[in-house]
């Protein structure tokens, strides 16, 4: 089904690495420079540790090789063994409010853009466009990378980055080449390394900004992002624990 919906974009979200036959969903606001900069270094471009580049190539489909693949091609291989597939999703409440906090949601009321007061984020949170969200830095996450649909072997997630993708790449026997260093100010720390703790300021920003109507208002409008965590990641905000669903 949802290949037929949206047969002229499938696959185009992913970033590639034909030599090592792994797709990764590339989902803003999910530590996205750093996962492009990762697959640059994976496909051999000296130029990965530069942050502007690395979007920069992302932007001009520089920086894997679905471009050059049919629809029907980036189809077969989403769903072949050969490849691994892998995910990093994050909460979606807390998803929503760093892209409004960053001033990421094109389409947002221009009576509101650059406010980051708690009025604003009320009028934000309360009017969406019809249709719903197109701006990728809060589009929907089980639409953009077909979760449930594409037979993932990794899932991540935001809060346990740095363990995850450590995990990851040490599964795909790839750490030692593409993680283990390389990276940091220096190019000699881990992958990741720096990647920061931010649960303490992500539950006191929630805390903030969100009442239980607002809430449910997010819940409703990602039900879908929602499936992937535990029935009691409920406001106030708990402990999230993400779902096994692949």
Request: hydrophobic share 35%.
């Amino acid at each position: 089904k949802y290949a037929q919906m949206r047969t002229d974009r499938w696959g185009v979200h992913f970033l590639i690495s034909e030599k090592h036959k792994v797709f990764f969903c590339d989902v803003e606001k999910i530590a996205c420079t750093q996962w492009r900069m990762l697959f640059l270094r994976m496909n051999g471009d000296t130029k990965y540790h530069q942050e502007m580049y690395a979007h920069k190539k992302v932007r001009n489909h520089g920086i894997a090789s679905h471009v050059q693949l049919s629809v029907e091609d980036r189809r077969n291989k989403l769903f072949s063994r050969k490849y691994a597939k892998a995910v990093v999703t994050r909460e979606p409440h807390s998803r929503f409010l760093s892209a409004f906090l960053d001033g990421k949601i094109d389409g947002i009321l221009h009576s509101i853009a650059g406010n980051r007061s708690v009025e604003a984020f009320t009028v934000a949170v309360s009017h969406v466009p019809p249709g719903g969200w197109k701006d990728p830095h809060v589009f929907s996450q089980w639409d953009h990378c077909a979760l449930g649909v594409v037979p993932y072997d990794f899932v991540g997630e935001f809060r346990t980055m740095k363990k995850d993708s450590r995990a990851m790449l040490t599964e795909l026997g790839l750490w030692d080449d593409y993680g283990r260093t390389g990276w940091g100010h220096n190019r000699s720390d881990e992958f990741f390394v720096d990647f920061p703790d931010t649960s303490r300021d992500d539950e006191r920003l929630r805390k903030y900004y969100f009442n239980q109507q607002l809430w449910d208002t997010i819940s409703k409008q990602y039900a879908d992002d929602m499936r992937l965590y535990a029935a009691h990641v409920q406001y106030p905000y708990a402990e999230n624990v993400i779902k096994q669903f692949v």
